[in-house]
């Protein structure tokens, strides 16, 4: 029987759809199973074949625990602020709202195709105002919050204004900006402008000035990673440091809960350590040097105070505040010349240069407080303003970073002598090194040393132990239009936050989607964009009087914001009173499974822990975790071509030819090679663009033969296909059964559209199990033991490798388990029923339709997933080779009830045996039960 894919499939995604068949009830009786794939970003090239991978493995286990009782939630939506839309406005004029509309429809319309079990009727988009609202909300519920150390959590402001009007600061142990002291009495003598001011140390979500990546090009401030090698990723801009007021995020107070709570998830090991890498604990203590002929002190954070004794100099970061007052006149220009070169490199381009040290004098020394010893202080890119004190005491003999930089300027090299080993072990190029013999550490071992050592700060009065952490707090600002606007306004100069009654403030029209002449974000372009305070609305800027009238803030939140609560809105998205029912956020509480991509491991992840962490604190949700288990979905590659142009031409030369000449190897589109060769079309090469159209060729024997390589699959790079065309020719079911069998899922590995055809050849096979010629025919006779065998041997199988998520695998059995049954000529309904929902995760089209042609009238879907009974897989017969002196001679079939006696008595009585035998008796007979027979004569 002919196997029409695009009927079937077009006919069964229709169904679904008219009969919300994946529509997830709020069913609180039974047992809850959550599935999500991290929220994509609806771009306009669309989907290519290796976007699919991850929500392919996550389709297929949300259809298994549905098969198995769940009741399962899993949803679909669009992370659709950003810059790239933004960007596309910026050139064209047209609306981001616009094209993102544009772009999630095409996305919309492939998922489909691909026949995802997505509930559609929870589709979330970041850009609707109704989804923004909530994300306002939780800004404001952040501004309005502190954390308390004591309690370990967030805390209303209010419990802190209260701890003020009581006890002023003393007894306070909060995370905080600057350090501040007051009395009760001073808080309430205080104006309500300097409440506010003392408040914004303490607030969640607070603004303050901060180094940041600013692109001049694109008129906004970046995340880390939006830059690459100093340019923007997106156009190539240079990046520069900078300092501004920006909206930041005190995510550096739940630095060590973040840390804690990776011990409870189930995620990759790669991935926790990213993120315990970048939270960065460590122990030490914090230390201030005196600057000779200075009032000003530098303090050190350090993990070794033990080697105070070696520290021959002082490091600050360039940015550090201190350094304009202690550079010295001889030293300015060299100082500023190195700030400025500085500022065109991001931190973690600064981070990442661990061999190349530079750095400028400034003309100062720090004493040191041990030895009294001058010490000499430089600025230099290896130090970060952002980490520790924005300062380091440099002890060169132990650190190599350090001791390279003592070496490129000629500093002294001091080996700290002690008796611990590690510190011995790490001393670098110690015949340079001049020992410290301290009595004061002398023949103490690390921990005892440290511990002596911080004690003896503490006595001195010049600092203190403590922990450090890495991580910093998130910049939350964005000089961009299409973003969510901040609910804040301005009055004398100090934020408000909007009524949650005002909420969603949704994004106003402007006619320019770049800054104002004045250097204001996007947003100073419109015109009605000012908060009416008397009448709770926003109004015309021409009516800002600073009375009862005032400014919106301009910057928009970042990206992330968004995506950190997302998978929150899923639980509720059309509730219009909370972001989501107390009842429905319990009941569906973690992410049971989320799949999605490594690039991920700090940001987004942090971010959402994060915020999850707060609106529990708060008692809004009461998981302490967004997402138990993670697993993070390798690449599908893409093959991709090249051609060498000839420099300085437009002449172009064959692979094999190019190393004659000097050359540039430039992506080709693979769509402009003749078929499945190598070989470029070259005038479809010269239609392809412009600039090709006079191309010159040098071929070899008559061909133009491109250059291949596997690299990742990118629009950018030429070399992605598209699932469209695979679904035409080889069916969604072929696109989704081929991803899966090309290897293990956290895995990349590479594309070969003529693979496709082995795949299309199984499902061809198990249409045709159903068939007699043309004639659908599926007897009820009772199946044999041999095909119970077949069956129980796949649901065995694809039960282990569905639940390890060993998908690959469990493709594989599928194919030997029809051939099987075809070879047997198996169409007995007690195997073919099962049989196909067992395949429907994987292949859902197409089992729907035989699940129907076998006369059931509901969807196959939450058919319950067969049941394993080992019985049948007990072998009523084994077939023992037998092998005699190491050879093997014969098989013999036996029962698998004997003993191995028995079996060993057979075996010597065989009539195959006596002539082997010829009359001796065996020296050793091993009988190695159900698997072989060894004897030696």
Known sequence: MFYDHQQIEKKWQKYWEENQTYKTSNNTDKPKFYVLDMFPYPSGAGLHVGHPLGYIASDIYARYKRHQGFNVLHPVGYDSFGLPAEQYAI????????????????????????????DWSREVRTSDASYYKWTQWIFIELYHSWYNKSTDKAEPIQTLIQHFEEKGTEGLNANQNDELNFTAEEWKDSSDLDKEDILLNYRLAFRAETTVNWCPALGTVLANDEVKDGKSERGGFPVFQKKMMQWSMRISAYSERLLQGLNTLDWPQPLKDAQEYWIGKSQGAQVQFQVEGHDEIVEVFTTRPDTIFGATFMVLAPENPLVDTITTEAQKAEVDSYIEETSKKTERDRMADVKNVSGAFTGSYAVNPFSGEKMPIYISDYVLMGYGTGAVMAVPAHDERDHRFAKKFNLDIK????????????????????????????GLN???????????????????????????????????????????????????????????????????????????????????????????????????????????????????????????????????????????????????????????????????????MFLKDRGYITHDEPFQKLINQGMILGMSAFVYRIDGTNQYVSKNLSENYKTQKIHVDVSLLKGTSDELDTEAFKAWRPDY?????????????????????SKSKYNVVNPDDICEEYGADGLRLYEMFLGPLEQSKPWNTQGLSGVYGFLK???????????????????????????????????????????????????????ELQKIKCNKRNIL?????????????????????????????????????????????????????????????????????????????????????????????????????????
């Open 91 to 118: 050139q064209t004029g047209q609306h981001p709202a616009i094209t993102t509309e544009e772009n999630i429809n095409r996305y919309e319309e492939q998922l489909k195709k691909i026949g995802f079990s997505f």
């Open 415 to 442: 080996k700290v002598v002690d008796t611990d080993e590690d510190v011995q072990e790490k001393s670098f190029d110690s015949k340079d090194s001049v020992c410290v013999n301290s009595d004061f550490l002398n």
């Open 446 to 612: 690390y921990n005892d040393a440290k511990s002596k050592i911080i004690s003896e700060i503490e006595n001195k009065g010049i600092g203190h132990g403590t922990t450090n952490y890495r991580q910093r707090d998130a910049i939350f600002s964005r000089q961009r239009y299409w973003g969510e606007p901040v609910p804040i306004y301005y009055k004398e100069g100090m934020p408000y936050t909007l009524p949650v009654s005002a909420l969603p403030l949704e994004l106003p029209e402007v006619e320019k989607y770049l800054p104002t002449e004045d250097g204001d974000p996007p947003l100073g372009n419109a015109k009605v964009f000012a908060w009416d305070e008397a009448n709770q609305k926003v109004v015309s800027v021409d009516l800002i009087d600073d009375n009862t009238v005032f400014p919106l803030e301009l910057s928009t939140m970042p990206g992330w914001a968004g995506s950190s609560w997302y998978f929150l809105r899923y639980m509720d998205p059309s509730n219009d009173e909370v972001f989501a029912n107390k009842e429905l956020s319990d009941y569906w509480g973690q992410v049971d499974l989320y799949i999605g991509g490594s690039e991920h491991a700090t940001g987004h992840l942090l971010y959402s822990r994060f915020w999850n």
């Open 693 to 713: 159209a006079d191309a010159e060729f040098i071929l070899e024997d008559g061909k133009y033969i491109t250059d291949r390589e596997v690299e990742k699959m």
């Open 765 to 819: 096979k198990f249409w045709n199990l159903y068939f007699n010629g043309d004639t659908f025919e599926v007897s009820d006779e009772e199946p044999t033991k041999a095909e119970y065998k077949v069956l129980h041997t796949l649901i065995k199988k694809v039960v282990y490798d569905i639940e390890n998520f060993s998908f690959n695998t469990s493709v594989s059995s599928f194919m030997i388990a029809v051939n």
């Open 833 to 937: 029923e099962p049989l196909a929902v067992i395949i429907s995760p994987y292949a859902p089209h197409i089992c729907e339709e035989l699940w129907s042609l076998l006369g059931n009238k509901e969807s196959v879907e939450f058919e319950k997933f067969p049941v394993l009974n080992e019985d049948y897989l007990v072998e009523d017969e084994i077939e023992y080779p037998v092998s005699v002196n190491g050879k093997m001679k014969f098989k013999i079939s036996l029962s698998a009830q004997l003993s191995a006696k028995e079996v060993e008595d057979l075996v010597i009585s065989d009539e195959k045996m006596q002539p082997i035998l010829e009359g001796k008796t065996p020296k050793k007979i091993i009988v190695v039960h159900h698997r072989i027979v060894n004897i030696v004569i």
